[in-house]
């Protein structure tokens, strides 16, 4: 897995690729909460370049969009294909997070 963090007014992209597995999603934790620390609470998640992500991804990208609600904030999940998209489906994610 790999990230690019970039900054456009008051929301943070992040661009991943790859494929999100437990001890990338705890990498990818670790990034964003440093972010909302850093009083960030806008973040737009590009996941048109990742191929797979497990339970443990999708429970990180849960952990932040909390964060950022409580913050005024929230997550935007962009780019989602695939077997990605359906594992947003299937597990009504979806739901908890504007898709674009």
Known sequence: MKTAISFNE????VK???SIYVEDAAVLREELLRLIENKHNKFIINLAQVDFIDSSGLGVLV??????I???G???IAGAT???K?????SRLYKAF???
């Open 10 to 13: 008051d929301q943070v992209i």
């Open 16 to 18: 991943v690729e790859g």
């Open 63 to 68: 952990g932040i969009q909390k964060r950022a």
């Open 70 to 72: 409580e913050r005024g």
């Open 74 to 76: 929230g997550v935007i």
């Open 82 to 84: 695939g077997v990605v």
């Open 86 to 90: 359906e594992l947003f489906q299937i």
């Open 98 to 100: 504007e898709m674009r």
